[in-house]
């Protein structure tokens, strides 16, 4: 990951070097601090793409800080990593740096990093740390303060597609996952990359104690074969509260106002029974929530009255009452 040091990639094939093992032990005590003070992990994932996943993911993650709790959201998907554009906080990986840099001088400065220095030796610290800084990870805080880390602020071109090998993959996701430091949460909220494969077994296996996952659908049956290897997956994990929300389920005319059901009567709620899964409801299909390109951000638009606002707080409560107790 270009810029920010190269921890976590280990050779393939082989044994460790003694200096390999080092470094993974490392990385897993970043982890444990790093995600040690936050309360509940819920990762939302999809069986295949564009299902609406990281437009839920946001939502849900807004919608639980609009209520009052501390909230992180954390885009794992390294190729598409489009969470900062949904909330309108896109910044590449020079303005992250210089953000990097900037929130360690206001921590300095508040005190709250080198308590007892001077005014003077706190001006000397800065300047001391001033390198290292800028290749530390504080999420970026949105306007709503969500705290967000997404690959995107460690890109240095949006238009360059990054080319991972395989083993880079995985190292970089480890990173992004251990090296944020996200301080005290009561929700992470995780946006997993689609399907079955390397990268989102590689997401559940980084983060410890996941206290519950969420597949995202649409109404229709090829993509509920999808969910289902999912779950299979999820359940191999030993994570066993898994939710399903149906999203673009339906429309609401704006003329009359009557649900339409346009890809045929959902039965998300049948299919959950079955896999005996919690069904956490669906979700209209609905231009406010889009990120059609004539609005800046996606999510910090909606209006609390708005119909898909409410279903997000009902969606919100239930996974509360279903799966983390708050
Ligand atoms: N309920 C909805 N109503 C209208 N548009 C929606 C809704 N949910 C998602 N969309 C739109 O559908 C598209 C795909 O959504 P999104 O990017 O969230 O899917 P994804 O599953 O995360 O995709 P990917 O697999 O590429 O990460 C986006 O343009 C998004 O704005
Ligand atoms: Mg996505």
New binding site residues.
């Given amino acids: 990951m270009p810029g920010h040091g190269h921890h976590g990639h280990h050779g393939h094939g082989g044994q460790l070097t003694p200096e390999q093992q080092r470094q993974m032990i490392e990385q897993d005590l970043r982890l444990a601090k790093n995600l040690g003070k936050i309360k509940h992990k819920i990762v939302v994932m999809?069986g295949?793409?564009?299902?609406?996943?990281?437009?839920?993911?946001?939502n849900i993650a807004e919608t639980l800080q609009s209520l009052g709790f501390k909230t992180g959201i954390l885009d794992a998907?390294i190729h598409?990593p489009?969470i900062p554009k949904?909330l309108g906080i896109e910044m590449l990986e020079d303005e992250f740096n210089q953000y990097q840099f900037d929130t360690f001088k206001a921590l300095v400065e508040e005190g709250i990093v080198g308590k007892d220095l001077s005014q003077d030796e706190q001006k000397e610290y800065i300047e001391t740390k001033k390198e290292e800084y800028k290749n530390s990870m504080f999420p970026v805080v949105s306007p709503s303060g969500l705290k967000v880390m997404s690959m995107a602020f460690l890109i240095d071109a949006i238009d360059r597609p990054i080319i991972w090998r395989g083993p880079q993959k995985t190292g970089a996701i480890k990173q992004l996952i251990a090296d944020a430091y996200w301080g005290e949460l009561d929700y992470l909220i995780i946006?997993n990359?689609?399907g079955t494969g390397d990268e989102p077994l590689t997401v559940l296996q980084t983060i410890p104690e996941t206290d519950a996952v969420i597949m995202?659908t649409t109404p229709n049956v090829v993509s509920q074969e999808d969910v289902l290897k999912c779950v299979k997956m999820v359940e191999l994990m030993n994570i066993d509260k898994i939710g399903l929300i149906e999203?673009?389920a339906y429309y609401i005319c704006p003329h009359c106002g009557e649900k339409l059901n346009i890809f045929g009567k959902g039965n998300g709620e049948l299919f959950a029974e079955e896999m005996e899964i919690t069904y956490l409801g669906d979700?209209?299909?609905?231009?406010?929530?889009?990120?059609?390109p004539n609005k800046e951000a996606?999510i910090s638009t909606l209006d609390p009255s708005d119909e898909?606002s409410k279903r997000f707080v009902e969606i919100v409560k239930d996974i509360q009452k279903e799966f983390t107790k708050d």
């Fill in positions: 999809s295949k793409g564009g299902v609406g996943k990281s437009t839920v993911a946001a998907d598409g489009n949904m946006d990359p689609p995202v999203n673009m979700l209209p299909i609905e231009e406010k929530v889009s990120d059609s996606t898909v």
